[in-house]
């Protein structure tokens, strides 16, 4: 070392004593003696450690050794062994993505095959008929509601009407069909062949007021239908077809507006606008909700039958 006392001691001399003196004295820690014994000792250790800082101008402190550089070949090796265990890690993240989408696929498309089978696309038997563009002219012969009786018993016949009630029972499901005045009683059970059970949920799934074309075998019921104008008769269907459906719910059902009200107006001007609970307990459609929904109001058989009145009182005058 360049750097010497005025006594001619240089910092690689004081640096051995500082050595030896604290080899001495972790001996004597390690018998366990004393510090009394050795305190002289660790002070002259100190005062060698201040000397050594005025000649070299730092603290003393053991030698640093440096760090062993790892080898070149063996950082390339580590390199090289991450390098594919990302490679690994992405393309089994990349494996995993693919296989999720794959499924979430395979979902979307069962579930698309299930809508468009319960909506009855690409059945003969039922579903949403095409848009009536008038594009031809239709063979097709309807009957009307009215013109079905017994003596049609086990014919085939083609209606068009309202979906006035519909009630899912079991395998089936029961719906009055409404025409004008008329209706009639409309049945459609599961067989495992033509009628599938695909078909009873959509026609049980229709809302009320639907327009459809029924098709089937006219039957004639053990009981009379009393909910319908056409007791006598039932059609048993083989195909059903949706012309339109409501686009928005409706304000209220045409069953609860074919109730007749309970009380009666004696003198114009009676009526007060204060809706009134029924005695039977059964829903009744108000006056104002007839008017703000007139053109629904106006389907129902009283009001069919009051105008057509007022209709023929007008031919005869």
């Given amino acids: 070392d360049r750097f010497t006392t005025m006594s001619g001691e240089s910092g690689e001399e004081i640096a051995a004593k500082i050595v030896e003196l604290g080899t001495l004295i972790a001996s004597k820690k390690a018998e366990k003696i004393p510090i009394d014994e050795w305190k002289p000792t660790l002070d002259e250790m100190l005062s ?149 059970n ?36 039932e059609i048993k269907i083989s195909s059903l077809k949706c012309i339109s459906k409501p686009s928005a719910p409706m304000p209220f059902l045409m069953e609860d507006a074919c109730r007749p009200d309970c009380g009666k107006e004696t003198d114009v001007g009676a009526y007060t606008g204060e809706e009134k609970e029924s005695e039977d307990g059964l829903v009744r459609v108000g006056q104002e909700m007839r008017l703000d929904n007139r053109w629904i109001d106006l389907r129902t058989p009283a009001n069919q039958s009051i105008f057509r009145v007022e209709s023929m009182v007008g031919h005869l005058f």
Wanted: aromatic share 4%.
């Fill in 48 to 196: 060698l450690k201040a000397k050594y800082k005025e000649i070299t101008g730092k603290d003393y402190g053991p030698p640093k050794q440096e760090k062993k550089n790892k080898n070149a070949q063996q950082q390339q090796q580590a390199s090289d062994k991450n390098k594919e265990k990302n490679a690994a890690k992405a393309a089994a993240k990349a494996e995993k993505e693919a296989k999720k989408a794959r499924q979430r696929a395979e979902r979307e498309r069962r579930e698309r095959e299930k809508a468009q089978k319960l909506a009855g696309i690409g059945q003969d038997n039922f579903g949403d008929a095409p848009l009536v563009q008038s594009k031809g002219i239709s063979d097709k012969v309807w009957t009307s509601i009215s013109d079905l009786k017994p003596n049609l018993s086990s014919k085939t016949v083609l209606i068009r009407g309202h979906i006035h009630t519909s009630r899912l029972v079991g395998k089936g499901v029961f719906i009055l069909v409404r025409s004008s005045l008329y209706s009639v009683q409309a049945v459609c059970f599961e067989d495992g062949k033509d009628i599938s």
């Fill in 198 to 233: 695909a078909m009873v949920k959509y026609i049980a799934g229709l809302p009320s007021e639907s327009v459809v074309d029924v098709m089937g075998t006219i039957s004639v019921p053990d009981q009379p239908i009393d909910s319908a104008t056409q007791k006598m008769v």
